[in-house]
């Protein structure tokens, strides 16, 4: 109150006045975010009550998915969602470490900055433009030189076989996870990048006095000093692999039932929901797909909430 009379005795009511409105503003847009969100979450469960009402625990633990018959169970595309999720950070992670370290610590200084600024770039094209990619040019070459040949030369009843079966058209769940990968990696290596280059240089510095290598540098100061925001990174990357649409719509194969393999035609949330909302004529089809909707948002929502976590526990 005393700073307040302060403020008004030294720029006037103009000045006191114009300060009340900013913080109302400010209070009205967090205000109005978090009623989103939870006008979402409502209207995610209001829609999707019906599918949960019919079948109960059965519309996450089935995998039959049947228009014909309206029987729903969403078993398919949750499997199909993580198990692409996993493999594109599995494959993504190491990758986008190695890009961070090399930007950060060996990259000569004339080019690192260029460089980052591509990394950067990457991170932002539509997804739409992965998924044409993948289908025009990686699931046709996947199809001939990889997928095929490790099927002809899998043994009847091994274990290969069992691994590497499915229709050779390059549409599948391992061919969706490697774009998936692909789009994580820019976003990935670039927030990498920026957690590393918080590290004080005097602790690099003091390593290589010491005598250490490049590699121990990175695993025995960098790493340690910024080991919770790696976690959180890792955890955001996981995020946008779990929502991502169009890209994996375009290459996954989009068949319901749980993947046997690898090379296995296959579906996540996320395009279920872009494939067959728009041909939803009966209300329990819809209301099954807006369930799907509200699977998706808690499972991200998880994952999420883990990063920032622990992103808000780091100390720099």
């Known amino acids: 109150m005393a700073s307040a009379a302060s403020d008004t005795a030294r720029f006037g009511p ?5 300060e009340a409105i900013f913080q109302a503003a400010c209070l009205g847009a967090a205000t109005m975010l978090l009623v989103t969100l939870g006008g979402v979450v409502v209207s995610l469960a209001i829609g999707g009550w019906p599918a949960f009402a019919e079948f109960g625990l059965g519309f996450l633990t089935s995998s039959e998915w049947n228009p014909v018959t309206e029987v729903y169970g969403a078993a398919g595309p949750i499997v199909g969602t993580l198990i692409t999720a996993f493999l594109a950070l ?10 961070a370290v090399f930007l950060v610590e060996f990259c000569p200084r004339t080019i690192a900055q260029p460089v980052a600024i591509a990394v950067e770039l990457l991170a932002g094209i539509p997804s739409i433009v992965y998924g044409m990619w993948g289908l025009f040019v990686l699931a046709p070459w996947f199809a001939e030189h990889v997928q095929l040949p490790l099927i002809m030369e899998a043994e009847p009843g091994s274990w290969q076989e069992s691994l590497f079966s499915g229709i050779p058209n390059g549409a599948n769940i391992f061919t969706a996870s490697v774009i998936l990968a692909i789009m994580i990696l820019p976003y990935m290596a670039a927030v990498f990048r920026e957690l590393f280059m918080t590290v004080p240089a005097q602790l690099r510095e003091a390593a290589y006095g010491l005598g250490c290598t490049p590699f121990e540098v990175v695993r025995s100061v960098i790493i340690p000093y910024v080991r919770r925001g790696v976690v959180g990174v890792v955890m955001l ?13 375009f290459i996954i194969g989009n068949a319901h039932g749980f993947p046997d393999s ?4 296959g579906s996540t949330i996320a395009s279920t929901i872009a494939n067959e909302f728009a041909e939803a004529t009966s209300d329990m ?3 099954a797909l807006v369930a799907l909707g509200l699977v998706l948002f808690f499972i991200t929502f998880g994952v999420l909430a883990i990063a920032r976590a622990l992103l808000g526990g780091q100390k720099y």
């Open 262 to 265: 690898i090379f296995a035609s």
């Open 14 to 18: 103009s000045r006191s006045t114009g």
């Open 90 to 99: 599995v494959m993504a992670l190491p990758l986008a470490l190695g890009v």
């Open 285 to 287: 089809h819809s209301a």
């Open 237 to 249: 990357g996981l995020g946008r692999a779990l929502g991502e649409t169009m890209a994996v719509t």
